[in-house]
């Protein structure tokens, strides 16, 4: 194994110095327990947005916490769903008053976890509302789940609820924004390598140099079937028509379409995909009205990537546009 860390028990306690010495002027790093708030949390009269899971998958979360997104983040160690403590503290760290919105990825130990954060906080009169992500396509169940697992939809729901809360919307209002995103959001990934958890100190799951995963998750769960690499246009055709019949999309609908890479695709291989992409939802009628392409959902320096779709109204269009300033996402400002 070979990672540019210390010790591998003090990986996210020393990431998170990292980003505190980094984006002092994005954010504030609470170590006891370890949480991630925006500089000026809490921001009175503003629903906050409060998300969080494993680490390993940066920049999400806490690379998406600031203006016009996330108010808080809380890490787990690597894989790992963070604790209810956690989730407290942040919440009750950045409540403004006009509640605050859990985004939960459909992973067991991570509802069960925002569950209870979100039961001890309403005791003491905070609202919540929570919004759980269930986009991925490939698997019904997997390791981590009963039911779809959360994935690149999640980065979406984030900035447009975040764009949404930033103009005032009430909780319920935002709410709704982040579960239409969800209902509107399908993706898929794939795999060409593991990555490597560093107490493991050994992949998670072993490749054939000539083998590749369809449907992997990105903790490295089992996808739909191992096979032999293909050239990446087949390899898309066999995703996107998976994500696309689901919903299902349909001649006509504009969508926003994210190609994320998983920690160990270079950008030049990204934009071969997105090529691919672009070539087979013209052949469909779907017209691609904005895109996002890079890696944003990683799974350590695991190989490979995942599609997102998203059916975009001209509302979601326009919140996804609002600016944002985070580590992670920013534009407009």
Known sequence: MKKLINDPQNVVREELEGIEQAHADLVRVSYEPNFIVRADAPVQGKVA?????????????????????????????????????????????????????????????????????????????????????????????????????????????????????????????????????????????????????????????????????????IHGEPGRERMKLKPVAEILEMMATVVVDDLPFAQGDDVLAFVNGMGGTPLIELYIVYNELAKFLKGRGISISRNLIGSYITSLEMAGCSITLLKASDDLLRLWDAPVKTAGLRWGV
């Open 49 to 217: 947005l409060v998300s969080g899971g494993g680490s390993g998958h940066e920049p999400m979360h806490g690379g998406f916490v600031g203006q016009g997104m996330l108010d808080a983040a809380c890490p787990g160690e690597v894989f790992t769903s963070p604790t209810p403590d956690q989730m407290e503290a942040a919440t009750k760290a950045v409540n403004g008053g006009a509640g605050v919105i859990h985004i939960v990825k459909n992973y067991t130990g991570d509802v069960m976890n925002f569950d209870m954060a979100a039961e001890l906080c309403r005791s003491e009169g905070i609202e919540v509302e929570s919004v759980l992500v269930d986009d991925d396509v490939a698997v019904q169940d997997s390791l981590y789940t009963a039911g779809r697992r959360g994935v690149g939809t999640t980065v979406l729901m984030e900035k447009i609820g975040g764009a949404a809360a930033e103009e005032g919307r009430a909780l319920k209002e935002v709410a709704d924004i982040c579960r239409e995103v969800n209902a509107n959001g399908r993706s898929m990934g794939m795999a060409l390598t593991s990555g490597t958890v560093p107490a493991a100190g050994k992949p998670t799951f072993e490749l054939g140099d000539d083998e590749m995963e369809i449907g992997i998750g």
